[in-house]
């Protein structure tokens, strides 16, 4: 089992910049593909980022393509969503989320995903 604990969100002005870290415990956090996704009030949770478990691979939102980078540190645990040029329609709590098996089709998908995290707030002011 993996447990997720993202941190790094805040409050920031658009044109900014944050970056998110997702800390995983347990052994066997390099075997698992990690994804962001964000859920702004009254909408849908939606993919934003994923990174497979070797780091070899990222794939991204076009919403996002281009402003966001994901990476990992499988020596320390941890994802991160680094986040720039921050637009007010980025607002969202954040989450983090790790996927034991890799399917290239499905990294969009949130039900692909095993464990999530509890989530955090990025504000983005105009």
């Known amino acids: 089992q993996v447990q997720l604990v993202e941190s790094g969100g805040g409050l920031v002005q658009a044109g900014g910049s944050l970056r998110l870290s997702c800390a995983a415990s347990?052994?066997?956090?390099?075997?698992?593909?990690m994804g962001w996704f964000r859920q702004a009030p009254g909408k849908e949770r939606e993919f934003v980022a994923a990174?497979?478990?070797?780091?070899?691979?990222?794939y991204y939102a076009d919403s996002v393509k281009g402003r966001f980078t994901v990476s990992r540190d499988n020596a320390k645990n941890t994802v991160y969503l680094q986040m720039n040029s921050l637009k007010p329609e980025d607002t969202a709590v954040y989450y983090c989320?790790?996927?034991?098996?890799?399917?290239?089709?499905?990294?969009?998908?949130?039900?692909?995903?095993?464990?999530w995290g509890q989530g955090t707030q990025v504000t983005v002011s105009s």
């Open positions: 989320a790790a996927d034991a098996i890799f399917r290239a089709g499905r990294v969009m998908t949130s039900g692909e995903y095993d464990y």
């Open positions: 990174i497979t478990a070797s780091g070899t691979r990222t």
């Open positions: 347990g052994r066997t956090f390099s075997s698992y593909h």
